[in-house]
C-alpha cells in the first residue's frame, strides 16, 4: 500500500493546529471565525474539483446542492411542530427521538426535528435530486453540460428566493445548534469557537480521506480513463454513464453536508447560497487549483475564500473570482499547481515585456 498519498494529510493537520495555536497566543481568535466558514465551502469545493478532474463533467450548479443542504436542515430544525403534536405521525417521531423541543429567543417554545435528521434528510434529498437530474444532464458534454447545470442552479436559486417557507429573500434565522452527543454544540457562539473551528476541519480531513482513497481506487482510475478518453475507457468494460452518475451525486451529497453545518454554525442561511456567481467562484477556485489536484484546489479554497470572508477583495469580489476564471482558462487551464506553470507564466510575462522589437 502506497503511504505517500497520506502525507499531506498529516500536513493539513499540523496547519489546522499551527493556526490555532497562533489565533489564540497572538489574542487573535476571532480568525478561526472565517477558517470555519472555509472549512465548510471547501467541502463543495473539493467534491467539485473530483467531478470536473476525475470525471471531466463541468457543473455550474453545485451552490444549489449546498443550498438544498442547508435549506433543508434550517426548515426542519425551524419548522414549529407544538400545534401539531397530537397529530399520530408527530407523536410516534417524538416517542422515537426524531423531535427535539427548544425555547427560541423571544420565549416561545418550538417543538422541531432534530438537527440529525435534518442531516439524514438533507442527504436523502440531495442524493435523490442529483440522481434524477444526473441521469439526463450526464449525456450532455462541454457547454451543453455547464449550461443544463446552470440552469438547474437558477431553477433552485428561484424556488429559494420565492417559497414562503424558505422565507424567501430573507432565509431563515434563529437556526438552532447542532449538538454532537452532548460533547461538541456546531454554533457561532464564541465561545465555542475553537472546538467549532477543530469540528469544521475534522469533517474536511475525513473527506479528503475518502476521496484520496476514491482516486487510488479501481473506481478512481476509471474516472481517470473517462477524463482521457470516454470511448476508449468503455471499449475496455468501463461504463461512463454509471461511474459519471457515481461521481455527480457523491459530489453533491458532499456539498449538501457542507452546507447542513455550515448553516448550523452561522445560525442563519438566505437565497444567495444558491446564486450563480456562488457557483462560478467555485468552478473558478477549483481551475486555479488544479482540475484534477484535490490538494491544489483545496489549498486555494482556503486562501481565496478566507480573503473574500475577511472583506479584502470589496466590492470587487464577485467580479475578481470571474477575473480569475477567465485568467485560468486562458494561461494555464491545468491550474497553478501544475508542475512547469509558474515557468510557463513567467516566461510568458518576461517574453511580452522584454521583447526585441
Known amino acids: 500500500m502506497n503511504k505517500k498519498k497520506y502525507y499531506p494529510l498529516f500536513g493539513l493537520m499540523a496547519f489546522i493546529i ?23 465551502y471547501s467541502m ?14 463541468i457543473s455550474l450548479g453545485h451552490a444549489a446542492f449546498f443550498a438544498i443542504g442547508g435549506y433543508t436542515t434550517a ?10 403534536k397530537d397529530n399520530f405521525f408527530i407523536s410516534l417521531f417524538n416517542s422515537l427521538g426524531f423531535l427535539s423541543l427548544r425555547v427560541n429567543p423571544y420565549g416561545i417554545e418550538i417543538l422541531h426535528f432534530s438537527p440529525w435528521i435534518a ?16 441521469i439526463p444532464i450526464l449525456k450532455l458534454k462541454g457547454h451543453y453540460l455547464a449550461m443544463a447545470t446552470l440552469g438547474f442552479g437558477t431553477i433552485i436559486y428561484r424556488v429559494l428566493l420565492g417559497g414562503k417557507i424558505f422565507g424567501e429573500a430573507d432565509g431563515i434565522s434563529d437556526i438552532p445548534e447542532f449538538n454532537i452527543f452532548n460533547l461538541l454544540k456546531i454554533n457561532g457562539d464564541n465561545a465555542d469557537r475553537i472546538e467549532n473551528y477543530y469540528a469544521a476541519w475534522f469533517i474536511v480531513v ?7 482513497n476514491l482516486i487510488h481506487s479501481r473506481v478512481g482510475r476509471a474516472l481517470r480513463s473517462l477524463h482521457g478518453n470516454e470511448h476508449a475507457a468503455n471499449s475496455i468494460g468501463v461504463n461512463p454513464a454509471r461511474y459519471k452518475l ?21 445560525g442563519s442561511i438566505g437565497p444567495g447560497e444558491a446564486g450563480v456567481l456562488k457557483s462560478v467562484r467555485y468552478v473558478a477556485i477549483v481551475a486555479v487549483g488544479g482540475m484534477a489536484n484535490i490538494w491544489g484546489a483545496l489549498i486555494m479554497g482556503i486562501i481565496l475564500n478566507y480573503l473574500s470572508l475577511r472583506g479584502y477583495l470589496g466590492s470587487y469580489d464577485e467580479a475578481i473570482f470571474g477575473v480569475i476564471l477567465v485568467l485560468i482558462m486562458l494561461f494555464t487551464p491545468d491550474g497553478i499547481f501544475k508542475a512547469g506553470n509558474f515557468g510557463s507564466i513567467k516566461n510568458f510575462i518576461f517574453s511580452k515585456i522584454f521583447k526585441k522589437a
Open 18 to 40: 499551527l493556526f490555532q495555536l497562533f489565533s489564540s497566543f497572538s489574542g487573535k481568535e476571532f480568525l478561526l471565525i472565517q477558517l470555519t466558514m472555509c472549512a465548510y
Open 44 to 57: 463543495v469545493i473539493i467534491a467539485l474539483c473530483t467531478l470536473m478532474g476525475y470525471a471531466g463533467q
Open 75 to 84: 426548515v426542519l430544525t425551524t419548522l414549529n411542530l407544538i400545534p401539531d
Open 119 to 134: 442531516l439524514v434528510v438533507a442527504v436523502v434529498i440531495t442524493y435523490v435530486i442529483s440522481f434524477i437530474i444526473g
Open 206 to 212: 475525513i473527506s479528503m480521506l475518502l476521496l484520496i
Open 246 to 266: 457515481f461521481v455527480f451525486t457523491l459530489s453533491a451529497v458532499m456539498a449538501a453536508v457542507g452546507g447542513v453545518f455550515m448553516t448550523h454554525f452561522s
